[in-house]
């Protein structure tokens, strides 16, 4: 599962998958928030603060969608750029043992 940066899009990380294992099933995700012409996954002002619930949010709408289907495959890694890490850590951090590498 990729999670990509703060003001991008599912698209940057999707261009990735050529270059990884070809037995590795692949997915990109796109942030819920719209930020310019992308994307994020929680707002951020100008100090790069946030607001956890935010967070949150995005959080469970990421595991929602893992739940969805991880049950067709063997295990599921996380990889984040930017924003995206945060989101990956995140999520690894609340659920560690739902991961195989982060």
Same mark, same amino acid.
């Given at each position: 599962?990729? %999670?990509h940066?703060?003001? +991008? ?5 999707a261009?990735l998958?050529?270059?990884?294992p ?5 997915a990109?995700?796109r942030g ?7 994307h ?11 607001d956890?619930?935010?967070?949150? +949010? &995005?959080?469970?709408? #990421? ?5 969805? #289907?991880?049950g067709?495959h063997? &295990? #599921?890694? %996380?990889?984040?750029? &930017?924003?995206?890490m945060?989101m990956?850590?995140? %999520?690894?951090?609340?659920?560690p043992?739902?991961f195989?590498? +982060?």
């Amino acid at each position: 599962v990729m %999670l990509h940066g703060y003001g +991008t899009s599912e698209q940057r990380m999707a261009n990735l998958f050529p270059h990884l294992p070809g037995e590795f099933t692949c997915a990109a995700l796109r942030g819920p928030k719209i930020i310019g012409d992308g994307h994020g996954w929680f707002l951020l002002d100008y100090f790069l603060t946030n607001d956890f619930a935010d967070v949150i +949010t &995005s959080t469970n709408r #990421v595991f929602d969608w893992i739940n969805s #289907v991880k049950g067709e495959h063997s &295990s #599921v890694c %996380l990889l984040g750029y &930017s924003q995206g890490m945060a989101m990956a850590s995140t %999520l690894l951090r609340l659920r560690p043992k739902e991961f195989a590498a +982060t």
